[in-house]
């Protein structure tokens, strides 16, 4: 049984996340718990099945035995914030679209590792284990938004200058966000104008996932006032986007660099190490070694994992992202939108400007594109071009650990690895001649498809 990918459990809510899975899931990781953490601290975002599956999954660690604690609606970064010291559960799909929904589990502010996931999916298959009548366990309501808010504010003052009035306008996008971030930035002194700030599962205003595409009316709305920049969230408020004040998505490896660099210069740490994916751009590299750090990469979805393999090696992880998504490790060890759009704001009103941040970033072509695979091709099409990609760019250096990634001596490089959770192989590069290179990384891998399939 495969029930996790790259970031929890997802899928259609009525089809496959629905609530007979989230009762078993809910005992499942009541099994596992037994004997160590025997409450958990329960949430939903917004969405219209949440409610329900929120329940189910409270039945089944009840009746598991776990003591449960009810936090109703809430980001997922506040989840995780509640999470310490004992487990949690949210329900939530993140960026996914409405008739979808998800579990994602956590411990002790982290997310599960692959060998929790596993135990819970064994538990999932076998037959259901519950806890003795006179055992399970109860729910109590808990209050978690406002100690979040304060702590996220507490630690933003840590970095950056005052913002005295700046003006940030924040687009929620019709999820939790809007109980979050823009509350944290007037904390903080910013002026927030806020577009589809309220909590609807449906998602009138816009998609849950913030795309260039998808974030239109904020970029107008910025190119056309007065405010420093703006961010748009996904629907649980995990991931951020930036616009700055032209209306222009900032590229998301840009911003990684930007903060990853930060959080190293400031750091008094002999080994600041930042921790990354192999999609992520070679202009994060250049920042963190410029400010005296290094960069180590993990797979996707396993940010938790890099950071803890860094520290077993002796670094002092001092912050962990992927494209979109960031962990500030000094505050937590989850991935936290909130925090990066007042972490940010910040660092803006320190460098008067966005565009002084960026200023240092080489800012290379990026591409990503989907060849179609079916699901039953993709490991044998991936053996194949870790002998068939480094044959046809012999220049390069080539690292299988996670998909095939070529780095070329001009510090262009490509990654070929295959999704999670569709049907294709992603091929990513950045170069100046970034067109060229993906059109023939991506013949290459065309062909390694068609003969696999």
Known sequence: MDLFGTAGIRGNAVADVNPELAVAVGAAAGRDARGDDEEFVVARDGRETGSALASAVAAGLQAGGMRVLDAEVLPTPALAYASRGRRGVQVTA???????????????????????EQRVEEYVAADAEYASWADWGDVESVGVLPEYRQAVAEYAREHGAPLDGLTVVVDCGNGVASLATPQVLRELGAHVVTLNANVDGHFPGRPSKPTPETVTDLRSFVADGDAAFGVAHDGDADRIVVVDGDGDVVHEDTVLAVLAEHYTRVSDADDPVVVTTPNASGRIDERVEAAG????????????????????????????????????????????????????????????????????????????????CPDDAKEPAMLALESALPEAFPDADVDTEYGVRLTFPDASWALVRPSGTEPYVRVYAESDGVDALVDDVTAVVADAVADAS
Do not use: C, M
């Open 293 to 372: 750090g290094r960069v180590e990469r993990v797979r996707l979805g396993a940010l938790h994992e890099g950071i803890a393999d860094a520290r077993g090696g002796g670094g002092d992880v001092v912050f962990a992202a992927e494209p979109w998504k960031h962990v500030h490790t000094a505050f937590g060890g989850w991935i936290d939108g909130v925090a990066s759009a007042a972490v940010l704001s910040r660092l803006v009103a320190d460098a008067d400007g966005l565009g002084a941040l960026r200023e240092p970033v080489t800012e290379r072509p990026y591409r990503k594109v989907s060849v179609d």
């Open 94 to 116: 993140s960026h996914n679209p409405p008739e979808d929904n998800g579990i994602k589990l956590f411990v002790d502010g982290t997310e599960y590792d692959r060998e929790r």
